[in-house]
Each structure stands twice: as structure tokens, then as C-alpha cells.
């Protein structure tokens, strides 16, 4: 049984060397066939020593930037809440600004402003509407 001398390389290590290959050929500095080749090479390598040689005569990139996580909800949805966050706040304030004055609570007005546009703006929330993550069921 022959023992070689070098680390032995794992998938992983392999798919990242195939990753960086193809940022390499997006950034142009190899072509389709030089790639083809070189990725063949790295499945066919079994040393970590042989992997760095597939890379030897290209620079070294910088680490990819993590893809940064999107919001569920869009700019436009997140303005809206903040709208009517502020909105029920004011109208609170001045209900209870005007219970004060009388002396007692009066007809809860606000609930005609905080509710129907609360609701709207749920709903819409919920189902994705106009935020593009809604989801058809295939019947």
C-alpha cells in the first residue's frame, strides 16, 4: 500500500477551490476550457498540496462577502407601519388629552383611525402582497 507524503483533501476543500475558479473565470482571467480543465484537475487530486498547485499562477481573492440577509418586508411597508405607528400614537394622545379635559373617558374615537388602516396594512403583511415573497399552490 503506497502512503503518500501530504494531508489528504477533503470535498470541501475541493468545492471551495471550484468556487474560487469561478470567480476567476467570471473575472476573466481564465477561459471556459482552461476552467474545464483545472476543475477536472481538482476532482482528480487527492492532497491538499495538489489543490494549491491549481491556483498557483492566479492571485489570491479577497473572501466573498456573505450575502447580506433581505428584510421580509419592503421599504415601502416598513414606511406605511411607521406612518400608522405614529398616526395611533397622535390620536391616542389626543384622545386621552380630551378625557382628561372632561373629566372622564369619552367615545373611543381612535379605534376608527387605528383599525381599518391597522388591518389593511396586516393583511398585506401577511399575504406578501406586493412584496413579491407571496407563494402560488399548485392544485
Not at 494531508?7 to 469561478?22: G, H, K, P, Y
Not at 391616542?92 to 372632561?102: Q, R
Not at 367615545?107 to 407563494?135: C, D, K, N, Q
Amino acid at each position: 500500500m503506497e502512503i503518500t507524503a501530504g494531508t489528504r483533501a477533503s470535498d470541501a476543500e475541493r468545492d471551495r477551490i471550484v468556487a474560487e475558479l469561478s470567480r476567476h473565470l467570471g473575472d476573466g482571467r481564465i477561459d471556459l476550457a482552461e476552467y474545464d480543465q483545472r476543475v477536472a484537475q481538482v476532482y482528480r487530486t487527492t492532497t491538499r498540496e495538489e489543490l494549491t498547485g491549481v491556483l498557483a499562477d492566479l492571485p489570491t481573492l479577497a473572501p466573498a462577502r456573505p450575502a447580506t440577509p433581505r428584510s421580509r418586508f419592503p421599504v415601502w411597508q416598513r414606511i406605511e407601519a411607521a406612518a400608522w405607528l405614529t398616526v395611533s400614537v397622535l390620536v391616542l394622545v389626543i384622545w386621552g388629552a380630551i378625557s382628561l379635559g372632561v373629566g372622564e373617558f369619552t367615545y373611543f374615537w381612535p379605534m376608527w383611525v387605528i383599525g381599518p388602516w391597522g388591518a389593511v396594512l396586516a393583511v398585506r403583511a401577511a399575504t406578501g402582497i406586493e412584496s413579491g415573497h407571496r407563494h402560488r399552490r399548485k392544485i
